[in-house]
């Protein structure tokens, strides 16, 4: 299967904007998936709650979910996609699974970076993965993280362990370490992983978060079998096989998660 | 404090000549700790089960033991090391960690890597960590894993999460992956890891294992602090500050250990 991972500088809060050029970009890959940075369509560092409402919107009915079901029928694809979720009167930093039917799965994040903090509740689900097909009718089995989770081995090691052949990963990267430890994170689960970053920066008063690009995808040998540039609007597609990320032999007698001692660990 | 790893090629099943140069190897250094390989008196790749049954032994009584003791004692120092270990009918593939007054800790491996299997039994203890003093008498808490628990995220973080400030890692790694894996073990836990591989290889009817060197001494950073050749022979250090590893804030909002969900988490 083909998967793609988009980079791009959105503009704050012009989220029509935004996913008018979400949209030309899609066009430019056939890939059987695509994952689109976290708060892809709304920008990242809000000035205030009130930006916060104005752009935000409830899964899977709001204009941001819309729009990719759209580009999702048009281009055959599924689509991963950050968006700010209002639920009530709680916001989350979300991402959306969404193809041709609509949104088929989201994730809330569950830990939140700095400033996120201030306006976002974090998610209380379990880490969960779907089952999608590619355009050949290929099963595979993807599970979603945000940014901040790639801190944490456990976010990917719970969708690992629950059967994820790839993991995307919407981000707005801000720190240098992600690029080198996502890597790791696919040898250490034995998974692909697609992380889509965007570039640009933003303000907050004296604040100024810029935005590291550097978009990944890794094979299950943990390898970078691509990537973007600091700061370069593009497009990264890979073909990869995904039955590369079920086998989790990696000597002839050691499984990956067959060896794991979890009755010896402390969590 | 100061702490050193030593890499170094044994002479297979020849302990006492190795042991004689462990400890001219110890004398390049006035550390507070000084961590050497995994199986660092015997060699690895046992031809058979009788060679093993020569250059095993008990803990804490056995001759690398009490060797080690000597060193301790006349260098004022606290040493890990890999001691293949005899405990009734059963071996085990473990470090020790000994001062002046002996024998303090004992970790059995958990991951038992490729042919260890067939001779090995994995080690069936949770893992601990232990208090120890610098030579100013300043506490700092010593976790110790080998080799290929590097693979499993589990085995750092349960040592972190148990309060380790530092991570003591002898090892005979063959694979290419650890050495750019252990920045991230320690930035993930924000840690100090201290990995002390050999060099040199072994061989056993038609099989040749080459053992990676590539020592390295890693920061709560992520930051390989401080590095060896894949080949030579040589005693790292690094002077370190314990406390950065009990700090475990990374931004102002956010604390590594406090922003962990482990009730989102699958084990």
Redesign the interface.
Known sequence: MKVSVVQYTPEYLKVDANLDRLDGLCAATDADLIVLPELAASGYFFKSVADLVDVSEQIPDGRVCRRLQKIAQRRECTIVCGVAEKNGPYFFNSAVVVGAEGVAAAYRK??????E??LFR??????EVIDLYDRNGTKYRLGVMIC?DW?????A??LA??GADLIAHPSNLVRK?CP??M??RA??NRVFTATANRTGSESHGDETLTFIGQSLICSPD?QAIGSLSATEEAVLTAEIDISEARNKR?????D?FL?????????
Request: net charge positive; no cysteine.
């Open positions: 569950v830990h939140l970076f700095y400033k903090k201030e974090a998610g209380k689900e379990p880490y901040f801190y944490f081995p456990e976010a090691r719970s362990l629950k370490d080198r430890a890597p790791i040898l250490e943990g990696i000597t002839p007698l050691n990956l060896d794991r001692r979890p009755g010896r660990y402390y969590y």
